[in-house]
């Protein structure tokens, strides 16, 4: 089955600290992962996409097949990373992404 | 710059009453979809639509519709609104084919509550 799970509901770092937010994927097919955010009160947006192997803000993602992991990092986080993060995973045949479960980060000052 | 409105910010509804929710989106894409947000859960998809008139059931689609009449407008429908349907609802939208194919623009949701 094509699952998402991303094991921390919530997260706390400090400020100037590194920060990693963990995404497990179960698929059989070829991935294709994204990173979307929420800002309070703001509407969820893209922030990265695997394939694109940019750096966003400041994040990073790495696609690991062997682990079927996709974690989420920055060297230093900054106050304004505070938000809710899903990642999702695109189902090509269907068109659709299957989000995971959602972490809240909170930096702290 | 793309746009995704929903017709409500805050709905409050009594159970029982059959509940509209509407969804436009400016740039002509093909695909649509309703989701439900709910903390713990993270979004989980209800229904989606890749064109006119057509329709696919997604993860959680019990006791929901939808409705694609125009390839705009997306609309989710609760015949009869249950306390359990209390959520924040959340649009969609994303292009079939091309370079922007891959992001998936979002609503700015609906948060129902269900008395």
């Known amino acids: 089955a094509q699952r998402v799970t991303q094991p921390e509901k919530l997260l706390s770092v400090f400020k100037g600290a590194p920060v990693e937010l963990k995404c497990n994927y179960s698929?059989?097919?070829?991935?294709?992962l994204f990173w979307y955010v929420q800002y309070s009160r703001q509407r969820l947006q893209l922030l990265l996409r695997?394939?694109s192997r940019e750096s966003i803000k400041g994040f990073t993602a790495d696609l690991n097949k062997g682990e079927t992991s996709f974690h989420l990092k920055k060297p230093f986080a900054q106050e304004e990373d505070s938000a809710m993060y899903y990642c999702?995973?695109?189902?090509?045949?269907?068109?659709?992404?299957?989000f995971g479960q959602g972490t809240r980060l909170t930096i702290n000052p | 710059d793309v746009k995704v409105t929903q017709s409500s910010r805050y709905l409050v509804k009594r159970t029982g009453e059959k509940v509209f929710l509407e969804c436009v989106q400016d740039m002509d894409h093909e695909n649509m979809f309703w989701y439900r947000q709910d903390p713990g859960l993270g979004l989980r998809l209800i229904y989606f639509s890749y064109d006119v008139k057509m329709k696919e059931k997604g993860d959680i689609p019990e006791g929901y519709s939808v409705s694609r009449e125009k390839k705009e407008r997306f609309s989710l429908i609760l015949e009869s609104a249950s306390t359990n349907q209390t959520s924040m609802y959340l649009c969609a939208s994303r292009p079939m084919w091309g370079i922007l194919s891959y992001e998936q623009y979002f609503g700015p949701g609906t948060r129902l509550t269900v008395t």
């Open positions: 695997h394939i």
């Open positions: 698929y059989s097919g070829s991935p294709e």
């Open positions: 999702a995973l695109l189902l090509g045949g269907a068109q659709k992404l299957v």
